[in-house]
């Protein structure tokens, strides 16, 4: 009798994490804690390290201690004596040649064995030149048997045409087989959830497809505001913060077609077709396929929330919208004539990550409709967050002595099926990028066709001189989005 495989867990190779942006908050909430889990859970070699680099003066003890809290990256094992930090300006080649010398020390030291793994936490206005610095001094050239590679954060680029700018700096640079677009959302193992689901599950994938889905909602909701970041949200807002990446990246994993092979490179083509299988909305359709809207005061007398533009750093006379919602179309095979309802927004009234399928009635009810009073069409919901899970939710009959239907519901629940530690998305992706594994970061074509779609309802909305619609913060959004999805008479899940 054959024996079970054991599945082995994976580790980095020798390598040295070198962070750009260093002193900032992305590096301190996020990247420090994912690399610290990853040495306490033995998923780094002895030999690795860590170089941080910003233009804040700092020494490496420093660097270690302050950006954890006072948690000693020293402690771990893993990066004892192998913590650095360089002090400079992006633009100075000083910092790059200073920065060189460190990883050649490293690589003696430690046995890093040059490979090396750069990781842009600045703000999108310092990608150039740090590319541009590396270049310059010849680290984005690995040596025969190592690697040298660059990790990039959002935003990537304002538009398409700026996104192709970024590429043609970062291409002659790195290959793009070196190239690793990260959106931390795709790190999360409930978002990878939607590939089991989907592909290792033979009773779904029958009802995936036009045959029996209805529609499509996908909601990316925040309870909070923009906080301190309004400077960086009058130049985003909703579509670009929220929808040109995380809406449309969701999106494209719970629709594309099964792929030949769970590899890199088979899982992202799928994603790109279906993203180009997605219909423009003309100019003249976009009124009716998106709404754009934006949070004024709201809440209770207890608790009233400020309006966006109340907010640090917002223009009083801002047309930046906080909340979009979209009807796309797929035009496909799986997917034609069925609407993808799309929205996100902050200050609602929930916080919450999901996609749900909401399946055709049945095409003949021979139970009287004074009985199915409280019976609502069937569903598939997968909970991103919180509360992670799944949920089906069918017809079932009342107990009692009538003969009664409503709705109910089978729940999946993350936490009361598995002991395992859910890994913080960083942290996943930083083992990803190590290793070598871009199955979870965006390629080069998968951001031409994510701008592709966000583009012109951007564009018409730049160009629409019109009062942008507002909500009360708390709400659900603004009313032109019920009536977006209300046309034909189906509506929202805001009982979530």
Same mark, same amino acid.
């Given at each position: 009798?054959?024996?079970?495989?054991?599945?082995?867990?994976?580790?980095?190779?020798?390598?040295?994490?070198?962070?750009?942006?260093?002193?900032?908050?992305?590096?301190?909430?996020?990247?420090?804690?994912?690399?610290?889990?990853?040495?306490?859970?033995?998923?780094?070699?002895?030999?690795?390290?860590?170089?941080?680099?910003?233009?804040?003066?700092?020494?490496?003890?420093?660097?270690?201690?302050?950006?954890?809290?006072?948690?000693?990256?020293?402690?771990?094992?893993?990066?004892?004596?192998?913590?650095?930090?360089?002090?400079?300006?992006?633009?100075?080649?000083?910092?790059?040649?200073?920065?060189?010398?460190?990883?050649?020390?490293?690589?003696?030291?430690?046995?890093?064995?040059?490979?090396?793994?750069?990781?842009?936490?600045?703000?999108?206005?310092?990608?150039?030149?740090?590319?541009?610095?590396?270049?310059?001094?010849?680290?984005?050239?690995?040596?025969?048997?190592?690697?040298?590679?660059?990790?990039?954060?959002?935003?990537?680029?304002?538009?398409?045409?700026?996104?192709?700018?970024?590429?043609?700096?970062?291409?002659?640079?790195?290959?793009?087989?070196?190239?690793?677009?990260?959106?931390?959302?795709?790190?999360?193992?409930?978002?990878?959830?939607?590939?089991?689901?989907?592909?290792?599950?033979?009773?779904?994938?029958?009802?995936?497809?036009?045959?029996?889905?209805?529609?499509?909602? %996908?909601?990316? =909701?925040?309870?909070? /505001?923009?906080? *301190? #970041? +309004? @400077?960086?949200? !009058?130049?985003?807002? &909703?579509?670009?913060?929220?929808?040109?990446?995380?809406?449309?990246?969701?999106?494209?994993?719970?629709?594309?077609?099964?792929?030949?092979?769970?590899?890199?490179?088979?899982?992202?083509?799928?994603?790109?077709?279906?993203?180009?299988?997605?219909?423009?909305?003309?100019?003249?359709? %976009?009124?009716? =396929?998106?709404?754009? /809207?934006?949070? *004024? #005061? +709201? @809440?209770?007398? !207890?608790?009233?929330? &400020?309006?966006?533009?109340?907010?640090?750093?917002?223009?009083?006379?801002?047309?930046?919208?906080?909340?979009?919602?979209?009807?796309?179309?797929?035009?496909?095979?799986?997917?034609?004539?069925?609407?993808?309802?799309?929205?996100?927004?902050?200050?609602?009234?929930?916080?919450?990550?999901?996609?749900?399928?909401?399946?055709?009635?049945?095409?003949?009810?021979?139970?009287?409709?004074?009985?199915?009073?409280?019976?609502?069409?069937?569903?598939?919901?997968?909970?991103?967050?919180?509360?992670?899970?799944?949920?089906?939710?069918?017809?079932?009959?009342?107990?009692?002595?009538?003969f009664r239907v409503r709705t109910a519901s089978m729940d999946f629940s993350y936490d009361q099926t598995f002991v395992e530690e859910s890994?913080?998305?960083?942290?996943?992706?930083?083992?990803?990028?190590?290793?070598?594994?871009?199955?979870?970061?965006?390629?080069?074509?998968?951001?031409?066709?994510?701008?592709?779609?966000?583009?012109?309802?951007?564009?018409?909305?730049?160009?629409?001189?019109?009062?942008?619609?507002?909500?009360?913060?708390?709400?659900?959004?603004?009313?032109?989005?019920?009536?977006?999805?209300?046309?034909?008479?189906?509506?929202?899940?805001?009982?979530?």
């Open positions: 009798m054959d024996q079970p495989q054991l599945i082995q867990e994976r580790s980095a190779p020798p390598a040295t994490l070198v962070i750009f942006g260093a002193s900032g908050d992305l590096t301190r909430r996020k990247l420090l804690p994912a690399v610290e889990s990853l040495a306490r859970h033995n998923r780094l070699p002895d030999q690795f390290a860590l170089v941080g680099v910003a233009r804040t003066p700092m020494s490496d003890d420093q660097f270690a201690d302050s950006a954890l809290g006072g948690r000693s990256l020293s402690e771990k094992r893993q990066l004892a004596g192998g913590v650095r930090y360089v002090s400079g300006g992006y633009d100075d080649p000083d910092t790059y040649k200073r920065l060189a010398e460190t990883l050649d020390e490293l690589d003696a030291q430690r046995g890093t064995a040059g490979n090396r793994l750069f990781y842009l936490s600045t703000p999108a206005n310092a990608f150039e030149p740090v590319i541009c610095g590396l270049a310059d001094a010849g680290l984005n050239q690995a040596r025969e048997g190592s690697f040298s590679r660059l990790v990039i954060e959002k935003p990537y680029g304002r538009d398409l045409a700026t996104a192709r700018e970024l590429d043609g700096v970062v291409h002659a640079a790195f290959d793009e087989s070196s190239v690793f677009r990260i959106d931390h959302y795709l790190g999360k193992d409930t978002v990878q959830n939607v590939l089991a689901l989907r592909f290792a599950n033979s009773i779904f994938q029958p009802i995936w497809d036009r045959s029996w889905v209805d529609h499509v909602q %996908i909601t990316v =909701a925040e309870t909070l /505001g923009v906080g *301190t #970041r +309004g @400077g960086f949200y !009058e130049s985003a807002g &909703a579509m670009r913060d929220i929808v040109q990446n995380h809406v449309l990246q969701v999106l494209a994993l719970a629709l594309m077609e099964p792929p030949a092979s769970f590899e890199s490179e088979g899982l992202r083509n799928e994603k790109v077709k279906l993203l180009q299988a997605i219909r423009l909305p003309t100019d003249r359709d %976009i009124a009716d =396929a998106a709404v754009r /809207g934006q949070y *004024t #005061r +709201g @809440g209770t007398r !207890e608790e009233l929330m &400020a309006g966006y533009r109340e907010e640090v750093g917002v223009d009083p006379l801002s047309r930046t919208e906080t909340y979009a919602a979209l009807r796309l179309n797929v035009d496909n095979w799986r997917w034609a004539g069925v609407p993808f309802y799309v929205r996100t927004g902050k200050r609602l009234p929930a916080r919450v990550t999901e996609v749900a399928l909401q399946f055709q009635r049945p095409p003949h009810l021979p139970i009287p409709t004074s009985q199915l009073t409280e019976l609502d069409a069937d569903a598939l919901v997968l909970r991103i967050q919180p509360n992670e899970g799944i949920s089906l939710r069918f017809g079932a009959k009342v107990p009692g002595h009538s890994p913080e998305a960083y942290e996943r992706l930083l083992l990803d990028a190590l290793v070598g594994d871009a199955s979870l970061f965006i390629r080069s074509d998968e951001v031409e066709q994510s701008w592709r779609v966000v583009d012109p309802i951007i564009e018409h909305w730049t160009n629409d001189r019109s009062p942008i619609p507002t909500y009360e913060a708390a709400s659900w959004g603004p009313s032109d989005a019920d009536r977006l999805i209300g046309r034909n008479g189906r509506k929202w899940r805001n009982s979530i």
